[in-house]
Structures are given as C-alpha cells and as structure tokens.
C-alpha cells in the first residue's frame, strides 16, 4: 500500500474521530483544508558570497477559536505538505487543551547545520518580512521548533518590530531578556512529564522506577529525561541523530544532558552499551518516548515496540498503520496533541505576559502548566471511557468538537 503523506495521515486521525461525533458532512472540508498557504521564495546571500534560495511556508489551517499558533521549523523535509499537516495538528492541539488559539505551522526547507549564524540571521529576517503580512499578535504568533530556538525568535521579533514597532507578543519562545516566560523552554518536555504522572496515577503506578527509553535528545527529550528522572524515573535508553546508549539499570541524565550541550554523540558516556535509533525504539522498557522525528514507527517496526506506553512527545511519530498495529499489541499510546501540548500552553502564558507586560514566576507558569495538562488528560481518558475509543481518538473528537462549535458560532457554516 503507497504510504500516506503527512496530511492524508493526519486527515485519516481527524476521519476516525468525526464518526464518534457524527459530526455533520458539510464541516469535513471546512476542518481538512487550511484556510492559508502561503509559500514564499527565500535568497540569501552566504558568507562567502554565494546566493542560496530556499523555500518558506506558513500554513493557517483553522482561526475559529483564536488568532493562529504554531512553529517554525528548519529541515529539509518542511516542505508545504509536511507544514499542512503540522497546522493541522496544532488546530486540534490548542482546541484539546482548551487555550484561546487557532493552528497554524510554518518552516523553510533547508538544513541549517551548514549555516553560519550570520546566514541563519540574513535568513530568518528575510522569511518573516516574506510573511509579515499575515502575521501579529492578534492575527498569528510563530514559536520555536524543530532546529530553531530563542535566537531565531528574537530574531523574528525584531524583524517584525522594524515593521510594527516594538512588538513582543508577535513570537513566543523569545530570550528572557525578550519578553520571554521562565519556564517556557521547559514547558514541552516538562508538560510530557505532567501528563505521563496522570496516566501513571490513573492506572496505580508511581514514576518511581518505572523504565523509560527517549529517541530524540534535542529541548523536548532532554527536558523530559530531566524531569522525569528528577521524579525516580529510571531512563534506560536515549539517543539523538548519531545513536544513542542503553543501561538497563539507567542512565546518568545530567552527564547525557551535559554531552548533548557540547555537541558531543551520547554513546559517549561511560557505562552503557551504544545502540541505533532503530535499535532503541525496540528496547525493553515500560515508556518509550519518541521525541525527535515524525513517523519513526511504522508497520515495518511496530511489532518490534515493547514498551507498556508510547508517550509521543514529538509530533505525528506514529503513522496510522502502526497506530493500529500497536493497539492491537496491547499497546497504548498517549497521542502527540495531548502529550506535546505543554508547548503551547507555555507560549499561551508568555504571549499573555508580553500582552499585559507582566512576568510571572516560573512556580505559577509550571503550577498552571501542571493544571492544564492533567485537565486535558483527564478529559481525554474520560472521553475514551465513555465512547469506547483509544485515546487519540478521544483527543481528537474534543478537539474537533470544541472547533467546530466555534466555527458554527462565528457563522462559518
């Protein structure tokens, strides 16, 4: 069978959960299309004089509930399709945890491990007075994602302030110094950690000892592995682009968190047994966290999964096929909506900071960050009670719903 692109899978997650609704006909092609695409060309002139052009993206799929939220990403695979689908998710994403948001994503297709800062600089500029048009405070607020970070956004506000005058709400995931919340780069790993203890609680168990395998070392993994490890957690296995290591008897996550930070391959570290990322996807553990790639498990290597859970952490890491083939090898899966949400709660409470200009404490960020996320788990267990359904499917139907109830009110339909 051909394999579904990144939106047709997504669309095929949002399908299942609209039967449970019996959610009329005519809204499918409102909530299945974006809204916006825009595709913009992207010159840059290199350091050594070279002109590179790449291709940038930003994609408003839904702004019934909210202005549009999302990331920015660089990687060769951001193409348009990849970046609509992302939108997507990110639409059902702010909807299941109930913050005032609409989804949108955007990305350049480019590997940046090849540029300087200065390039990464001239380039960001370059993309965001591209989209500025369609961007705002009121209007649609990028965020940090795969291969950018608090630099690029800083970089991204000041753009758009050269524009708009000093704007600080126009981007989330800034510097402290910015405008940025403590606690705002922790929110996404630490909001994983939040909604893995609600599921542990449910079912009867502690963190305490329980074994837990991270793919993708990068600010999610590292940050969950941290946080959960600060609770008893034992992480047997972590990896990241160059492989990884596996101690059953776990790792020392500081030491993992300290090479990651120089740069330096995990499989460094003294006393573990190195490992691909194939190979850690298949270790022996009670929660694999996929945090770093889209589609890692797939019908060719579900099977190999023998994990209790997967808490997917990155986004879309599971296609629909393997989903399937996981929940019938007793499997659960703690969906990507749910589980990696704490990122936009977190950009949620900057956003609102930069908006009144007051900063709270970073003990009232993670107290209300804890809150929402075992909220939006509890709802989505209980939604799966109730219609017999798996989780993601649960999370998707309040999602959805929440959605398209908006969009009623406002007279879309």
């Not at 939040?194 to 168990?205: I, K, P």
């Not at 709660?345 to 960050?369: A, C, D, H, M, P």
């Amino acid at each position: 069978m051909p394999q579904r692109s990144a939106h047709e899978a997504v669309n095929s997650y949002f399908t299942d959960a609209a039967r449970i609704l019996d959610l009329d006909a005519e809204l499918y092609p409102v909530l299945t299309s974006a809204y916006r695409e825009l595709a913009v060309q992207v010159p840059v002139r290199l350091d050594d004089g070279d002109l590179l052009v790449v291709r940038g993206y930003r994609v408003q799929h839904n702004g019934a509930r909210g202005p549009y939220k999302g990331g920015i990403r660089y990687h060769p695979d951001a193409d348009l399709d990849e970046v609509r689908a992302l939108a997507s998710l990110m639409t059902w994403k702010t909807a299941l945890v109930n913050v005032p948001f609409g989804g949108a994503k955007g990305g350049i297709e480019v590997d940046p491990g090849g540029l300087s800062a200065a390039e990464l600089e001239r380039m960001t500029r370059r993309f965001t007075m591209a989209i500025s048009h369609v961007l705002g405070v009121y209007r649609d607020i990028p965020a940090p994602d795969m291969n950018t970070n608090a630099q690029v956004m800083a970089w991204m506000m000041d753009a758009f302030s050269s524009k708009a005058g000093y704007t600080p709400a126009c981007v989330t995931g800034k510097p402290l110094d910015l405008g940025g919340a403590p606690g705002r780069e922790a929110a996404t790993g630490r909001g994983c950690v939040f909604v893995l203890a609600a599921w542990a609680e449910h079912h009867g168990r502690s963190l305490e000892g329980i074994r837990v395998a991270v793919q993708g070392f990068g600010n999610v993994g590292s940050w969950f592995a941290h946080e959960v490890a600060g609770r008893g957690a034992r992480v047997v296995a972590a990896s990241d682009l160059q492989g990884g290591v596996h101690d059953p008897d776990g790792l020392d996550v500081g030491a993992l968190r300290d090479l990651a930070a120089a740069g330096r391959p995990l499989s460094e570290i003294p006393g573990g047994v190195a490992l691909t990322n194939d190979e850690l996807l298949a270790c022996e553990c009670d929660v694999l966290v996929p945090a770093a790639l889209g589609e890692v498990i797939t019908e060719d290597n579900a099977a190999a999964v023998r994990a209790e859970v997967v808490l997917e952490a990155a986004n879309q890491p599971v296609t629909p096929e393997a989903d399937k083939l996981l929940a019938d090898g007793g499997v659960a899966v703690i969906p990507d909506i749910l589980a990696n949400a704490g990122g936009v709660v977190g950009s949620y409470f900057e956003w609102t900071q930069n908006i009144q200009q007051f900063t709270w404490k970073e003990s009232r960020f993670n107290r209300e960050l804890e809150d929402i996320m075992t909220a939006a788990y509890t709802a989505t267990r209980e939604t799966a009670e109730r219609h017999g359904c798996s989780m993601r499917q649960a999370a998707y139907a309040i999602g959805i719903e929440r959605v398209a109830n908006a969009a009623r009110m406002r007279g879309y339909v």
